[in-house]
């Protein structure tokens, strides 16, 4: 009933709020559909992937490509697609990798996918970078709250279904689950490829408003950590804490940047070590457990 | 129903099994029994497919099962315990064996009826009063019994057990003992590596003794406590 409202209220925002305002929806959409996107894998199975911004960076490098040949719906879910690929090869091929070297291979990824497009562009197509088809602010906003909505949906049930808990289980005890009777290099790379899925999308979405890229702007590593940092500082174990955490932290850098710009990082790493060290359970774990305590008191009184 | 014939696996230049032929009949409860470092474990992981070889073929109902992956070892109808208790730690016991229900068997099971097995199983093992108590919350004995309600609820044909007696105390032990035979009354073969003689002794129809990935001996529990080579194995020369 709630998210009915909030979807119509966003769906009709472009109506009346102008300007700004859906400029900086759209990037919190983005930032959501990274940092859920990521938590989709990353929460569950315990797999911290660093590969964010290289399925970014193939989701924008798809607009770069395909923009100006098919309309906006298709070249995203083609951003998407590609995305969902690449991940499903890494994920077949290094998913057996536990821990840190997991880590290190996706973020490898990062390294790698844009050195090679430099290699490509300047030996084959003699450019460096490419102009990206510009569509207007109101287009941009509707596809990414599209890419949004689909996803939270997906997530949503996801995390009822027996995938879920599939997927829950290899974080608790991949050997144990895979003795249970989950094959769990299937799920673990099949749910890789759908959150890479949503963060190409997302990334062909946003190529569009920045007419043009390099694959060094493309595929740039700071995608790769903020929506680690989103879900953390929100808290993992619910679907709503990566979303909150996304919705603070971009609101938190647009007005850090606009107001501070010098001590923006600066001040953006303090509320995160403080937020790593005194809320281990994320935003939601604090509000849980306050939620909790009021809860106990009323009973007390009463 | 289990058979293997040249089981062997190296670690390096080790050889943890070698050269080791068993079979376990339909109805049997076979003990597997060894010093530390047997090999025991190794074998039990070589047919679960925990571990892979290329030597030696291992056999479950007349199909090779040698390379197939855990999981559809598991759905064939082979399940165990493990000896350091893994259990889903975080989840409730209840969806602990819940998780074994719903993945465990070639079909599709409703997930109504896979609560309604789980319920059961939790009963059969003597925890329904901790269901919704985090595994890692539990006694070891009782994390035991939810990893044997877990494998249970796979629907094995095959249940092995590695080591389920470690670690308890007497009764544990006891009660153990008779959750063993009312496993077997239930129609599944067991194959357990137990180090608790009194345990083995007292429910085992036919034992297999390893030493140095070797087997060295196989018979009765009566058998087995006369033979010389293996008292020697157990008590020094």
Redesign the interface.
């Known amino acids: 009933m709630i998210s009915g409202i909030i979807l119509v209220l966003l769906v009709t925002l472009p109506l009346y709020a102008r300007g700004y305002t859906p400029i900086l929806l759209t990037s919190i959409y983005m930032y959501i559909i990274l940092s859920v996107s990521w938590a989709m894998f990353s929460g569950p199975t315990g797999y911290m992937s660093l590969a964010t911004a290289a399925f970014f960076g193939v989701g924008i490098y798809t607009a770069a490509f395909l923009g100006n040949l098919v309309p906006l719906p298709i070249f995203m879910i083609a951003g998407g697609f590609f995305s969902a690929i690449v991940a499903l090869l890494v994920g077949a091929l290094t998913l057996r990798l536990r821990g840190i070297y997991f880590a290190i291979f996706t973020f490898g990824l990062v390294m790698l996918i844009p050195n090679l497009l430099i290699f490509w562009e300047l030996h084959f197509t003699g450019t460096r970078g490419r102009f990206v088809v510009i569509y207007d602010y109101n287009t941009i906003y509707y596809a990414m709250l599209a890419i949004f909505v689909v996803m939270m949906v997906t997530v949503y049930f996801l995390r009822r279904s027996k995938w879920g808990l599939a997927l829950q289980s290899i974080g608790e005890n991949e050997e144990a689950a895979a003795h249970v009777g989950i094959n769990t290099t299937m799920v673990k790379v099949l749910n890789y490829g759908l959150s890479a899925f949503f963060i190409g999308a997302a990334g062909a979405a946003i190529a569009t408003r920045w007419t043009y890229v390099d694959p060094y702007i493309a595929f740039d590593a700071e995608i790769s950590f903020l929506p680690v940092l989103m879900a953390i500082f929100g808290g993992m174990g619910q679907l709503y804490g990566p979303v909150i955490g996304a919705i603070i932290f971009t609101y938190l850098q647009e007005v850090l940047i606009t107001r501070f710009s010098e001590l923006y990082m600066l001040i953006f790493g303090i509320i995160l070590v403080v937020a790593i060290l005194y809320m281990p359970n994320g935003l939601i774990g604090v509000i849980q457990k306050l939620w909790a305590r009021g809860f106990r008191r009323q009973h007390a009184d009463a | 129903m289990l058979e293997g014939e040249g089981v062997s696996k190296n670690f390096g230049g080790l050889a943890a099994v070698s050269n080791v032929d068993f079979h376990v009949d339909e109805g049997e409860i076979v003990g597997l029994i060894g010093p530390n470092g047997a090999g025991k474990t190794t074998l039990f992981n070589l047919i679960?497919a925990?571990l892979t070889t290329k030597q030696g073929v291992i056999k479950f109902k007349g199909e090779e099962i040698t390379g197939l992956?855990?999981?559809q070892i598991?759905?064939m109808g082979v399940?165990?315990t493990?000896q350091a208790v893994?259990?889903?730690?975080?989840?409730p016991a209840i969806?602990n064996v819940?998780?074994?229900a719903?993945?465990?068997?070639p079909s599709r099971v409703p997930?109504a009826e896979a609560a309604r097995e789980s319920e059961e199983l939790l009963e059969f093992v003597g925890l329904s009063a901790a269901k919704a108590a985090p595994a890692s919350d539990l006694t070891l004995a009782n994390q035991k019994r939810v990893e044997v309600a877990?494998?249970l609820?796979?629907k094995p044909e095959l249940l092995m057990l590695d080591e389920l007696m470690a670690g308890l105390n007497t009764t544990e032990i006891t009660e153990a003992m008779e959750m063993v035979a009312r496993i077997r009354d239930k129609g599944i073969t067991i194959f357990m590596i137990e180090h608790v003689m009194k345990a083995i002794m007292g429910v085992c129809d036919r034992i297999m003794v390893l030493h140095h990935g070797v087997k060295i001996a196989e018979g009765t529990p009566q058998e087995i406590a006369n033979n010389k080579t293996v008292v020697e194995v157990y008590l020094g020369e």
């Open positions: 679960s925990a992956s855990p999981n598991c759905k399940a165990r493990f893994k259990v889903f730690p975080n989840m969806t819940y998780i074994g719903m993945f465990g068997t997930s877990r494998a609820a796979t």
